[in-house]
């Protein structure tokens, strides 16, 4: 595709329900990132793909939180018995090399979670 | 830990006004430094990404610089448009961590 795809755009779900987002980086990227953001602040980093592989789950706040990339390009964030505090906006970027230190990361538009 | 200050939160100018976004970072150990823009209810984009061993990037109206050893980049914006308005955003890669550290933003309104 022509960007970092992300769905769905908006999502409201009572505290305690769970949600999954989904994520579609560019084809054929093989770096993926999901970043949270508070209102007001920068993004915060939550997790990292390569290919398939999750090798860096340390922003993960909580084990309510789960990434998956079985395929190596789509990727789901779940997150189970929502709180409040989850309440953000979550954005996925992907980026194109292994060496990812040359790279620039693309984002997509961004999932608005709004729990109740 | 990293840690990436944007100064100032906001900024108002004049169009046509030539102005300077700051941004510092407290581990100089760093693989590059990234500027980005971000739209109101969009996703960030990509301006400028400057490698650890450069000095600074250059695109178009734009003009990054990094000072690793002091932790400290500047954007430069060269006579500002009305479509330059936006939240512009430093992030950092550092050494053995291939995510990004953000700043809050710097908040810019360009007056027409």
């Known amino acids: 595709g022509a960007g970092v795809s992300q769905s769905p755009r908006y999502k409201v779900a009572k505290r305690g329900q769970d949600v999954a987002l989904r994520c579609d980086p560019i084809?054929?990227?093989?770096?993926l990132f999901w970043y949270q953001q508070a209102l007001g602040q920068g993004p915060e980093f939550l997790t990292y793909?390569?290919?398939?592989?999750?090798?860096?789950k340390s922003g993960l706040p909580s084990d309510r939180f789960f990434a998956e990339r079985p395929e190596g390009s789509v990727s789901t964030l779940k997150i189970q018995r929502t709180q409040q505090e989850d309440s953000a906006v979550y954005l996925c970027?992907?980026?194109?090399?292994?060496?990812?230190?040359?790279?620039?990361?693309?984002f997509g538009d961004g999932t608005r979670l709004s729990i109740l | 830990k990293q840690e990436v200050t944007q100064i100032p939160a906001a900024l108002s100018v004049p169009e046509g006004e030539n102005l300077v976004l700051n941004c510092s970072f407290t581990?100089?150990?760093?693989?590059?430094l990234q500027w980005f823009r971000q739209d109101p209810g969009k996703g960030l984009t990509s301006l400028l990404l400057?490698?650890?061993?450069?000095r600074e990037q250059t695109s178009g109206r734009l003009n990054a610089s990094l000072d690793k050893s002091s932790g400290r980049s500047t954007l430069y914006i060269a006579a500002s448009q009305p479509g330059d308005s936006a939240t512009y955003l430093c992030?950092?890669?550092?050494?053995?961590?291939?995510?990004?550290?953000f700043g809050t933003g710097t908040r810019l309104t360009i007056i027409p």
């Open positions: 970027a992907s980026s194109s090399e292994w060496d990812y230190s040359n790279q620039p990361q693309h």
């Open positions: 084809s054929g990227h093989v770096s």
């Open positions: 793909f390569q290919n398939e592989a999750q090798l860096d």
């Open positions: 581990d100089s150990a760093i693989y590059n």
């Open positions: 400057i490698q650890s061993s450069q």
């Open positions: 992030a950092v890669m550092s050494f053995g961590n291939e995510k990004l550290t």
